[in-house]
């Protein structure tokens, strides 16, 4: 049996205590808020063991758990590196 996708959009502004929550979905959710990152120009990361931890432990609007800080760091700092690098290309 296929896995059914799993999505979690992020978000994180200078001051904020932790990154938040913005989005979380399975199915067909799922590939609409990947649909609507791409369409919006935002970085797309795929980490299945990330989404998974943050649709079984926060909701959307939620500050992410502690226990999420690292993994959701990494995820953050290479999109915020590749927006920079795109940035410069242009």
């Not at 913005?22 to 799922?30: D, H, V, W």
């Not at 990947?34 to 079984?56: K, N, Q």
């Not at 909701?59 to 290479?78: M, N, Q, R, S």
Request: aromatic share 6%.
């Amino acid at each position: 049996m296929a896995k059914r996708k799993l999505a979690s959009a992020v978000g994180y502004s200078h001051g904020d205590s932790a990154p938040v929550l913005l989005a979380s979905g399975r199915g067909r959710e799922a590939e609409r808020i990947v649909a609507v990152a791409m369409e919006a120009g935002v970085a797309v990361v795929e980490d299945s063991a990330l989404a998974a931890l943050l649709d079984s432990s926060a909701k959307p609007g939620d500050l992410i758990p502690h226990w999420c800080w690292e993994a959701t760091a990494k995820v953050l700092a290479f999109v915020m590196n590749a927006e920079k690098n795109k940035f410069i290309q242009r």
